[in-house]
């Protein structure tokens, strides 16, 4: 298995912008550890199981806040995985922290559980913009967490940055990044602020109190971060996050490259997909139903009545702490569970209809940001999980994926990355190789200097600024 997300939903207070679930009363931790060792056990172990016995590459801990937990029950989490999971070869063990929230006590307490990675929400250090978007922490508290995180003798760690801001100057920007690049950070993380409408900003925005930042505005910030890192020797290699080389996170590209993982925790999703890496029968078109050719001549493409050879299911645990709590106890999450992740091991494809039942999509469902997934809510168009295994308990919601839905989110993943797509992986792993219209449009891109000349298929710095519009246009 490549990995394992926990959602440790534990804030000191809710930011302006964050649209992610969280809670602010510390007093449920204890309680909910009990749940989450609940959920690590509730995986079916043995040799019928994908996970257990399969060596586990990233743990990532994020949130809400990981580092509201107190190190007693960070150390009981860790206990529950070691005993339950192969983690002895992990190559990257992240926890998110905030500044206010880390000591080098702490700090070294966690790096002895095995942490190796930290990923710190700085966001800026202007006074006036922490303000506006509500975070707990001050400048000289950021510069004290950074400081720490050195004592605590990590090599490897990240911080993350918000540009786009109302208001926001390219002096403040270049302040921030100076700041940061005092501290020789491995990786960093630029995020444009985006509005969320179940927010405080989303709120004001709606009331006419506050006014977004211009387009022109962002793309020249988010320009100025790249050139700025570039020029010492932190490179974009994903549309957010840059790294030094050797440096880059692992546990995202698994979210990136449709990697089986387990998401564990309130609000956390999980992928598994029985036939991630094998060949699919290759269609000739990637829309379904009929894509027009060259001049207009129909072509065959993934019609609804047409099996497939492979589906993948994600899953999401309820964004409620007290609701997670009782289907992380449950027996029937349990035997849902079991059922899934050992009984889809000796299914085969095609044995159930093409619609399976029990299986809604869930649009609304959460999706970290940091995954660059989006939350697809379409049905599966061919056979893959059987409804009996698909149909979830109280509380958990699932959705069946298509190779035509899992074809579209690798594109966008996909050019999101400085590695690209390939062509050739769309065809072999997921049966669709790329119309002649979408053909056309990359030969477009690659003309204006938004894509790179040769396969795979890459965005160029241009074609970063105006990603978004790529990518629609090639899944349109």
């Given at each position: 298995?490549?990995?394992?997300y926990?959602?440790?939903?534990?804030?000191?207070q809710?930011?302006?912008?964050?649209?992610?679930?969280?809670?602010?009363?510390?007093?449920?931790?204890?309680?909910?550890?009990?749940?989450?060792?609940?959920?690590i056990?509730?995986?079916?172990?043995?040799?019928?199981?994908?996970?257990?016995?399969?060596?586990?590459?990233?743990?990532?801990?994020?949130?809400?806040?990981p580092?509201?937990?107190?190190?007693?029950?960070?150390?009981r989490?860790?206990?529950?995985?070691?005993?339950?999971?192969?983690?002895?070869?992990?190559?990257?063990?992240?926890?998110?922290?905030?500044p206010?929230?880390?000591?080098?006590?702490?700090?070294?307490?966690?790096?002895?559980?095995?942490?190796?990675?930290?990923?710190?929400?700085?966001?800026?250090?202007?006074?006036?913009?922490?303000?506006?978007?509500?975070?707990a922490?001050?400048?000289?508290?950021?510069?004290?967490?950074?400081?720490?995180?050195?004592?605590?003798?990590?090599?490897?760690?990240?911080?993350?940055?918000?540009?786009?801001?109302?208001g926001?100057?390219?002096?403040q920007?270049?302040?921030?990044?100076?700041?940061?690049?005092?501290?020789?950070?491995?990786?960093?993380s630029?995020?444009?602020?985006?509005i969320?409408?179940?927010?405080?900003?989303?709120?004001?925005?709606?009331?006419?109190?506050?006014?977004?930042?211009?387009?022109?505005?962002?793309?020249?910030?988010s320009?100025?971060?790249?050139?700025?890192?570039?020029?010492n020797?932190?490179?974009?290699?994903?549309?957010?996050?840059?790294?030094?080389?050797?440096?880059?996170?692992?546990?995202?590209?698994?979210?990136?490259?449709?990697?089986?993982?387990?998401g564990?925790?309130?609000?956390?999703?999980?992928?598994?997909?029985?036939?991630?890496?094998?060949?699919?029968?290759?269609?000739?078109?990637?829309?379904?139903?009929?894509?027009p050719?060259?001049?207009?001549?129909?072509?065959?493409?993934?019609?609804?009545?047409?099996?497939?050879?492979?589906?993948?299911?994600?899953?999401?645990?309820?964004?409620?702490?007290?609701?997670?709590?009782?289907?992380?106890?449950?027996?029937?999450?349990?035997?849902?569970?079991?059922?899934?992740?050992?009984?889809?091991?000796?299914?085969?494809?095609?044995?159930?209809?093409?619609?399976?039942?029990?299986?809604?999509?869930?649009?609304?469902?959460?999706?970290?940001?940091?995954?660059?997934?989006?939350?697809?809510?379409?049905?599966?168009?061919?056979?893959?999980f059987?409804?009996?295994?698909?149909?979830?308990?109280?509380?958990?919601?699932?959705?069946?994926?298509?190779?035509?839905?899992?074809?579209?989110?690798?594109?966008?993943?996909?050019?999101?990355?400085?590695?690209?797509?390939?062509?050739?992986?769309?065809?072999?792993?997921?049966?669709?190789?790329?119309?002649?219209?979408?053909?056309?449009?990359?030969?477009?891109?690659?003309?204006?200097?938004?894509m790179?000349?040769?396969?795979?298929?890459?965005?160029?710095?241009?074609?970063?600024?105006?990603?978004?519009?790529?990518?629609?246009?090639?899944?349109?």
């Open positions: 298995m490549s990995g394992i926990l959602h440790i939903p534990f804030c000191k809710a930011c302006s912008y964050c649209d992610f679930y969280f809670v602010t009363r510390d007093g449920l931790i204890p309680e909910f550890v009990d749940a989450l060792v609940q959920e056990t509730a995986v079916p172990a043995g040799d019928g199981s994908p996970f257990p016995g399969d060596p586990v590459r990233t743990l990532y801990l994020g949130g809400g806040t580092s509201r937990l107190p190190l007693s029950q960070f150390e989490i860790f206990d529950a995985l070691n005993r339950h999971f192969d983690i002895s070869g992990l190559t990257e063990c992240t926890v998110e922290v905030n206010e929230d880390v000591t080098t006590e702490w700090l070294s307490g966690v790096r002895e559980s095995g942490v190796t990675r930290l990923s710190m929400g700085i966001q800026s250090f202007q006074p006036e913009l922490l303000e506006f978007m509500h975070r922490h001050s400048a000289p508290v950021a510069h004290r967490a950074l400081e720490n995180v050195a004592r605590a003798g990590y090599t490897s760690f990240s911080v993350d940055l918000i540009y786009g801001c109302p926001q100057t390219d002096a920007l270049l302040d921030d990044l100076d700041r940061l690049l005092a501290y020789d950070p491995p990786h960093l630029a995020y444009s602020l985006t969320e409408p179940r927010t405080r900003l989303g709120k004001q925005a709606e009331l006419g109190r506050l006014k977004p930042a211009d387009d022109e505005t962002v793309v020249r910030q320009r100025l971060i790249r050139d700025v890192l570039s020029a020797g932190i490179h974009q290699y994903e549309i957010s996050n840059y790294a030094r080389p050797g440096h880059e996170a692992e546990h995202n590209s698994a979210y990136w490259s449709h990697e089986n993982y387990l564990l925790g309130p609000a956390a999703h999980s992928f598994y997909w029985p036939g991630a890496g094998l060949e699919a029968v290759p269609r000739t078109g990637m829309k379904g139903e009929q894509q050719g060259m001049e207009g001549v129909p072509q065959p493409g993934l019609k609804k009545e047409q099996k497939v050879e492979s589906q993948a299911l994600r899953w999401y645990q309820p964004a409620d702490i007290h609701a997670y709590g009782r289907l992380a106890r449950s027996d029937s999450y349990r035997t849902w569970l079991d059922r899934v992740l050992s009984g889809a091991q000796g299914y085969r494809s095609g044995e159930t209809s093409a619609t399976p039942s029990g299986c809604p999509a869930s649009p609304e469902a959460k999706i970290p940001a940091d995954s660059g997934l989006p939350a697809s809510s379409g049905f599966s168009t061919g056979s893959g059987p409804a009996a295994f698909t149909a979830p308990p109280d509380g958990l919601e699932t959705e069946q994926l298509s190779l035509q839905s899992l074809v579209g989110e690798r594109v966008m993943t996909g050019l999101r990355t400085r590695g690209g797509v390939n062509p050739d992986e769309l065809a072999s792993r997921y049966g669709h190789p790329l119309t002649p219209s979408q053909r056309r449009h990359i030969a477009e891109f690659r003309k204006r200097g938004l790179e000349p040769e396969d795979p298929l890459r965005l160029t710095d241009a074609g970063y600024d105006l990603a978004d519009a790529i990518i629609l246009r090639l899944l349109d």
